[in-house]
């Protein structure tokens, strides 16, 4: 089946600009995170989404940054007054549910000049 | 503060060596430890998780096995079509922490 689909594969802005990212998870789950791919970071963990519960927001590195997900799918990770050090890969991900392995999307790659 | 470590950073193999990749981590209560894999310019593939020491699990060529401080993931006769960069993460148990802490990853590559 399909899997957890990320658009754009590719951005570039300019500094200062807003950005929205997408994500579609994979039908049926109802978790779904944002994670960030920086070089010589790792994968760090931004937000993550269940259901109708609040958010866990707890990775999220500054006020620019905010996520939403409407109707229990799509989700839109905002980022504005864009730095240079966003700069990186957002990755998706979706689970069935809390504590099963959440399986990627491939991302959208941010280039910031 | 949950801390992932993997080693080797890079790991370079004749096609049919048999090796196997280091996880040692950190964390209040291991809920879970996650193996993913992942190619150039794609988002990481899920291969195992890993609840309690002493469990292992097989697919193909690999096989993961946990123990209370390190994971190992072991590769058997590796093709080049097993090259990838291999990460490890976990899951701490605190109610309601559903992120993963992830390693740097094993960057292997297996030569013909």
């Known amino acids: 089946g399909a899997g957890v689909s990320q658009s754009p594969s590719n951005k570039v802005t300019e500094k200062g600009k807003d950005v929205e990212l997408r994500c579609d998870p994979i039908s049926g789950h109802t978790a779904l995170y944002w994670y960030r791919q920086s070089l010589g970071q790792g994968l760090e963990f931004l937000i993550y989404?269940?259901?109708?519960?609040?958010?866990?927001k707890s990775g999220l590195p500054s006020d620019r940054f905010s996520a939403e997900r409407t109707g229990g799918s799509v989700s839109t990770l905002t980022i504005q007054r864009t730095q240079q050090e966003d700069s990186a890969v957002y990755l998706c991900?979706?689970?069935?549910?809390?504590?099963?392995?959440?399986?990627f999307g491939d991302g959208t790659r941010l280039s910031i000049l | 503060e949950d801390q992932v470590t993997q080693s080797p950073e890079a790991l370079r193999l004749q096609e049919g060596e048999s090796s196997s990749l280091n996880c040692s981590y950190t964390?209040?209560?291991?809920?879970?430890l996650f193996w993913y894999r992942q190619d150039p310019g794609k988002g990481p593939e899920f291969l195992f998780t890993l609840y309690s020491a002493g469990e292992e699990k097989e697919k193909e060529r690999l096989k993961a096995t946990l123990t209370k401080k390190e994971s190992f993931l072991h590769i058997t006769a590796p093709k080049p079509e097993d090259s990838a960069t291999y990460l490890c993460?976990?899951?701490?148990?605190?109610?309601?922490?559903?992120?993963?802490?992830f390693g740097q990853g094993t960057r292997l590559t297996i030569n013909p």
């Open positions: 991900a979706s689970s069935l549910g809390p504590n099963q392995p959440q399986h």
């Open positions: 989404f269940q259901g109708n519960s609040a958010p866990d």
């Open positions: 993460a976990v899951q701490a148990a605190p109610r309601g922490a559903q992120k993963l802490v």
């Open positions: 964390v209040s209560g291991l809920r879970g």
